[in-house]
T-cell receptor
Framework: SQTIHQWPATLVQPVGSPLSLECTVE??????LYWYRQAAGRGLQLLFY??????ISSEVPQNLSASRPQDRQFILSSKKLLLSDSGFYLC?????????????FGSGTRLTVV | SQQGEEDPQALSIQEGENATMNCSYK?????LQWYRQNSGRGLVHLIL?????REKHSGRLRVTLDTSKKSSSLLITASRAADTASYFC????????????FGSGTRLLVRP
């Protein structure tokens, strides 16, 4: 069956520390993958998307980067976290239709930068 | 930037009542989708309506789309306490990336 995994669920990191959030999809190939961030009580902001290995598109200039080292793996990173990087990070998979039929979301990572 | 804006931002109703949420968007779309988010969780896809459709039903959900007004509404009939969640509309950007732009959401509270 097709599933999406995202970890860790929660993370508390000091300012200036590095970040690595991982998202993997099982049971499919060449998925469209997306990273969103959600501020408390707000909507989702698209950060990055990828339509294939090594193909990353950035939506918002920021302190974050993304990579897709394998077909079903999407990683969100930062070299030095800022307080403003705190938020709820969600990975999404576009499904068998690439996204035309809706997304499947991971369970999210709540990041608190202290 | 956010394409969709939901109205109202928050809604509190009694169990058994209907809940209506509205979404407005700015640009042309292929489809509009509604998602549900329980507190602190990921989003769950509820229903998709294509730009050439005007109304769609799924169980207790009814979605309408008016492309001339660039607006959509989600109706939840006979609400239950378990329907308490945030609801988001999302629109695609009409390119091959299938990017979705989400609105700010409506927080629904259904009182038992």
């Amino acid at each position: 069956s097709q599933t999406i995994h995202q970890w860790p669920a929660t993370l508390v990191q000091p300012v200036g520390s590095p970040l690595s959030l991982e998202c993997t999809v099982e049971g499919t190939s060449n998925p469209n993958l997306y990273w969103y961030r959600q501020a408390a009580g707000r909507g989702l902001q698209l950060l990055f998307y990828s339509v294939g290995i090594g193909q990353i598109s950035s939506e918002v200039p920021q302190n974050l980067s993304a990579s897709r080292p394998q077909d079903r793996q999407f990683i969100l990173s930062s070299k030095k976290l800022l307080l403003s990087d705190s938020g709820f990070y969600l990975c999404a998979w576009g499904g068998e239709t690439g996204g035309a039929g809706g997304y499947t979301f991971g369970s999210g990572t709540r990041l608190t930068v202290v | 930037s956010q394409q969709g804006e939901e109205d109202p931002q928050a809604l509190s109703i009694q169990e058994g009542e209907n809940a209506t949420m509205n979404c407005s968007y700015k640009t042309s779309i292929n489809n509009l989708q509604w998602y549900r988010q329980n507190s602190g969780r990921g989003l769950v896809h509820l229903i998709l309506i294509r730009s050439n459709e005007r109304e769609k039903h799924s169980g207790r959900l009814r979605v309408t789309l008016d492309t001339s007004k660039k607006s959509s509404s989600l109706l939840i009939t006979a609400s239950r306490a378990a329907d308490t969640a945030s609801y988001f509309c999302a629109t695609d950007v009409m390119d091959s990336s299938y990017k979705l732009i989400f609105g700010s959401g409506t927080r629904l509270l259904v009182r038992p």
